[in-house]
């Protein structure tokens, strides 16, 4: 009894519309980033800086992984089952989102904590 098999093409194809897919899920997430970083609201607390997302950020999560799970169904119909199936696009987009946010992130967080100063 063998816990893998291996035999046969254990790969699928990934076709010119994957890596179309993929190139424009990660720009997608890049912009969504950006977004995320500009919403983001710091304070500074006796512990240190805290930073949170208003819920227009909560929004923008939840529409961007629902609009991921609607375009893996439309993928799947159109002959994209790479992109459709695997998890690691997903996450790779996830990833660039977290991306995306850092320079944000990182600049406001240098400039804004000095007016912004709440103890909570």
Do not use: K, N
């Not at 969504?32 to 500074?44: A, D, I």
């Not at 119909?77 to 990833?95: E, I, K, N, P, Y």
């Amino acid at each position: 009894m063998y816990l893998l098999h291996l035999q046969g093409p254990t790969l699928p194809t990934i076709r010119p519309l994957d890596v179309g897919v993929l190139v424009a899920e990660l720009l997608a997430g890049v912009v969504v980033g950006c977004v995320l970083g500009s919403l983001t609201q710091f304070s500074r607390t006796a512990t240190g800086l805290r930073y949170r997302l208003p819920v227009i950020g909560l929004a923008l999560w939840i529409g961007f992984i629902a609009v991921r799970v609607l375009v893996s169904y439309v993928l799947a119909g159109l002959g994209a089952h790479w992109t459709a199936a695997a998890a690691a696009s997903f996450l790779l987009v996830l990833g660039t989102i977290r991306l995306g946010q850092l320079p944000f992130i990182a600049i406001r967080s240098q400039t804004s904590v000095g007016s912004q100063t709440t103890a909570r």
